[in-house]
Nanobody, 122 residues
Framework: VQLVESGGGLVQAGGSLRLLCAAS????????MGWFRQAPGKEREFVAA????????LYGDSVKGRFTISRDNAKNTVDLQMNSLKPEDTAVYYC????????????????WGQGTQVTVSS
């Protein structure tokens, strides 16, 4: 299984970025997919998830209303659209997968990408 994130970069506060997670070795349509982030000196934080089948979405409180997770089964990818970015959104963002999400704890996810850096300047 391989998850590869892309789309990170430097953006000014108030701007937008779209992260992409390309999966191989698993079908995103049959896994619950998530995004996490980790800032320097902080624990890895749940950002968003989308469930297989019903495509229910979950969001962390700090990103609710600003970020949107979506899935493209044909391309086997998961996107994270990030709008109204704030300096506190600066972190390495990770894509993750689990057969069935039962917790927002990172330990609940089985597969991880290498991460992509997002930096929001004030």
């Amino acid at each position: 299984v391989q998850l590869v994130e892309s789309g990170g970069g430097l953006v000014q506060a108030g701007g937008s970025l779209r992260l992409l997670c390309a999966a191989s070795g698993l079908a995103v349509s049959t896994y619950d997919m998530g995004w996490f982030r980790q800032a320097p000196g902080k624990e890895r934080e749940f950002v968003a998830a989308i469930t297989s089948g019903t495509s229910n979405t979950l969001y962390g409180d700090s990103v609710k209303g600003r970020f949107t997770i979506s899935r493209d089964n044909a391309k086997n990818t998961v996107d994270l659209q990030m709008n109204s970015l704030k300096p506190e959104d600066t972190a390495v963002y990770y894509c993750a997968a689990v057969r069935a999400i039962w917790s927002r704890d990172p330990a609940a996810f089985n597969y991880w990408g290498q991460g992509t850096q997002v930096t929001v300047s004030s």
